[in-house]
């Protein structure tokens, strides 16, 4: 090797030793004091507003026992089902605690964690519908939250059966408020959603019917895809909650009921 040759790799070494580290997005929410969450308050018993119009509902605990953990505050941001990931991608959240479904697809924009929540399907109609089975949705006008698992398999369902028609809409909201006034005649949603908007008597002359045969809907935070050691201490916080049994409270405030295991045989543990 030259002696200039040998001067450089010198000087690229001793620049390497003497460079700082750069902190990664972890570092930057602890330094911060604050950790933004991207929240979807239009989702009970997920995200809500109280008569005082502050957040309340399961993922917005879970926001607050993440700053906890991190010793920082929560920064709820409200966030629609379609603005989840934009949120991320556009630096105006740090993490998303927003119902997301895991889907491969997702991945390759967001990096995802373990699941922290798990839902089933139910399909919910209009009593005047006729409708009083998943099957009965055949040939119907049926709709969901544009960009959620549910929206994704119904609207495949409704192309597979060749007749009916299937409504995208903006939030949850609208979609119960179309079913109580007749504008769609069913919807699928997960069963939390389903309980919530019925028991809630917003929406008149709907009821439960029965479960949509689905895949249960694994949920995961989600954050840059390259920020791995704030997704490692994600994926210990969910294993933490668990542990605990703050997951075990906080279904059981929020929902009620069973709680469903986050656990997926022969995968996770």
Do not use: H
Request: glycine letters at 8%.
């Amino acid at each position: 090797m030259k002696k200039t040759s040998v001067l450089a790799f010198g000087l690229v070494a001793a620049t390497a030793l003497t460079s700082p580290a750069k902190a990664d997005k972890l570092d930057d929410i602890i330094s911060s004091g604050t950790l933004r969450c991207a929240v979807v308050l239009d989702f009970p018993p997920m995200g809500a507003r109280d008569e005082s119009n502050n957040p309340i509902g399961f993922d917005v605990d879970y926001c607050n026992d993440l700053a906890k953990a991190l010793g920082v505050t929560a920064e709820i941001v409200e966030t629609p089902f379609p603005e989840r990931i934009p949120a991320l991608m556009s630096g105006r959240v740090d993490v998303g605690v927003a119902s997301t479904s895991d889907t491969l697809e997702r991945a390759k924009t967001v990096g995802m964690t373990i699941p922290y929540f798990a839902f089933q399907m139910a399909v919910t109609a209009n009593d005047k519908s006729g409708v009083k089975s998943f099957e009965d949705m055949k040939g119907k006008v049926v709709g969901a939250t544009a960009g959620t698992f549910e929206a994704i398999a119904l609207e495949k369902t409704v192309k597979e059966w060749g007749v009916g028609e299937f409504r995208p809409y903006q939030t949850q909201a609208d979609v119960f408020l179309a079913l109580s006034q007749g504008q769609i005649d069913a919807t699928v949603s997960t069963s939390t959603v389903a309980q919530s908007n019925v028991k809630g008597g917003k929406f008149a002359g709907i009821s439960v019917v029965g479960n949509a045969p689905y895949d249960i809907d694994y949920v995961a935070l989600f954050t840059n895809r390259e920020e791995y050691g704030l997704i490692n201490y994600l994926n210990l916080f969910i294993n933490q909650q668990v542990r605990t049994g703050r997951y075990n409270e906080l279904y059981e405030k929020w929902v009620g009921g069973e709680v469903p295991s986050l656990s997926i045989n022969g995968v996770y543990r």
